[in-house]
């Protein structure tokens, strides 16, 4: 089974909306003409509307990092998947390791903003990793195995055909140090069995599982070969629209 492979930058915190745009623009006309692989970025919710706007004719998607479960109502500050669409996104972020290590995100909430993703025809990237700790203590699969199937709780099969994972090894992220290609390549196969278990083997086959963690251009060629990962999710050299474009183009 074929995989369309996937780039994703999440901006996180960084950028006013004229640098967004500014960086969203120069990074489209890089991507002119790209088919493969499928490219998007993450603003702030605050620039994502312009950076939408912006680059609506290009082949350069837009997605969001976060969002509140509920469709509307008296939650000062935050912000639904309806409103997330409107503002012209495709994908959001959910359950990113910065989310749950300082937003206090249990898997509980990443359900409910899964669902309330899928209930508007958005499509989720579910994030999931195991801290420093948890990898030494040997708990990692047992962390990663409860942060999907929790995350996924109720969750129809038909409903998660644009479902996509991004395993992000939190000591990875953010630090310089990457997951060593052995150790990415049994966790990414673990989480295909592993969706396989939890829903189908067809499931499993479609979903896309990205890497995440300190990916620059200098390492995504190396971690995309690896068997069952299709893609990076990737942070700090996301923001800038030369560099990123060497990672996207990392086949050349
Ligand atoms: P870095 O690429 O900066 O390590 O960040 C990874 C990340 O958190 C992407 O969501």
Redesign the pocket.
Known sequence: MSRRPFIAG?W?MYKTGPQAVETATDLAKLCSGINDPEIMIAPTNLSLPLVAQAIKSSVVKVGAQNLHFQREGAFTGEVSADMIKAAGAEYI?IG???RRQYFGETDTCVCQKIKATLGAGLKPVL?IGETEAQRDEGKTYFILDKQVSDGLKGCGLGELSDLVL?Y?PVW????GKTASIDQVGEVHQHLRSLLGRLFSKDLADRTRILY?????PENVKDIMDIEDVDGA??????LDADKFIKIIKYNE
């Open positions: 999440n996180k972020l990113h390791s910065e994030c991004a992000e990875a992220i953010g630090t995440g963690g300190s990916v620059k999710l990737v942070g700090g050299a996301s």
